[in-house]
Nanobody
């Protein structure tokens, strides 16, 4: 069983920075794609950033130039968030897709709250 656990959320002032982590564990053979989404109250869930096994990345226009998705291993993905504004306030969730020793997986973490406020 694969699990994804996010961490690093919290309260930050406008203009500040925060780094989120998503740690994958379990019987993982390979991770093909890791995504960061965010969900704010009353709004649709938004895909923020993705990183592929090739190392390629893509970003939502709303965060391009401010956020960076990266990996330090095949099991841990990060989201560096800079120049944060109140509009970035949301629950941030990671999604991982790949293979285990027994088949494919497509799983979400539990989410971590990011609040940007003075």
């Amino acid at each position: 069983q694969v699990q994804l656990v996010e961490s690093g959320g919290g309260l930050v002032q406008p203009g500040g920075s925060l780094r989120l982590s998503c740690a994958a564990s379990g019987n993982i053979f390979s991770i093909r794609v890791m995504d960061w989404y965010r969900q704010a109250p009353g709004k649709q869930r938004e895909l923020v950033a993705s990183i592929f096994s090739s190392g390629s990345t893509n970003y939502a226009d709303s965060v391009k130039g401010r956020f960076t998705i990266s990996r330090d291993s095949k099991n841990t993905v990060y989201l560096q968030m800079n120049i944060l504004s109140p509009e970035d306030t949301a629950v941030y969730l990671c999604r991982g897709r790949g293979t285990t020793g027994q088949g494919f997986f497509d799983l979400w973490g539990q989410g971590t709250q990011v609040t940007v406020s003075s």
